[in-house]
């Protein structure tokens, strides 16, 4: 479940994925690396700012171009 922390949404990885409709691998492979991480909740698991992830939503990887 996400969490609200000072008006913003923060999502695990696991709800990311799901958030942006792709597997938590290609969130692992693909995207992770464009988000700033944050600190989060009581626990302090990583999460990621909802606002930062409506940025990437819909963006799928580019298709390798078949030699022709």
Do not use: H
């Not at 606002?51 to 171009?65: C, N, Q």
Request: aromatic content about 10%; overall charge positive.
């Amino acid at each position: 479940m996400p969490i609200t922390e000072n008006g913003e949404v923060f999502y695990t990885a696991k709800e990311a994925a799901k958030f942006l409709n792709i597997s938590r691998e290609t969130f692992y492979n693909n995207v992770k690396d464009r988000l700033q991480p944050y600190t989060v909740g009581v626990l302090r698991r990583i999460r990621y700012k909802e606002t930062d992830l409506e940025a990437l939503k819909g963006i799928r990887p580019i298709e390798p171009t078949q030699p022709e």
